[in-house]
């Protein structure tokens, strides 16, 4: 089992930025698959970014450039740091663990979700 518990939502100017971050508990952190992903009403959940254990992280092309993810395996967080926000980044933010052994960016290979934070841009 992974608990996990995200913080650092809240509402922004376009052109801002948030920090979120994710405590895990549970299973050995070290050896998960991190994600964020995000959901807006009446639309499916999203890929934003993914940080493997040994540190390789993949993105989608709507926040390349702009949101890094990172983790740190000592304290068993990770983090989304989101620069330049733009109105349609405005959704709820959901980090998720994956106890795959293949990298996966796919919502359906993620086995632990938080309860998710909202994250708003305003123009």
């Known amino acids: 089992q992974v608990q996990l518990v995200e913080s650092g939502g809240g509402l922004v100017q376009a052109g801002g930025s948030l920090r979120l971050s994710c405590a895990a508990s549970g299973r050995a952190f070290s050896s998960t698959i991190m994600a964020w992903f995000r959901q807006t009403p009446g639309k499916e959940r999203d890929f934003v970014a993914a940080i493997s254990p040994s540190s390789y992280t993949s993105y989608a092309d709507s926040v390349k450039g702009r949101f890094i993810i990172s983790r740190d395996n000592a304290k068993n967080t990770v983090a989304l740091q989101m620069n330049s926000l733009k109105p349609e980044d405005t959704a709820v933010y959901y980090c998720?663990?994956?106890?795959?052994?293949?990298?996966?960016?796919?919502?359906?290979?993620?086995?632990?979700w938080g309860q998710g934070t909202q994250v708003t841009a305003s123009s």
């Open positions: 998720a663990a994956s106890t795959r052994v293949i990298f996966t960016t796919d919502s359906s290979n993620y086995d632990y």
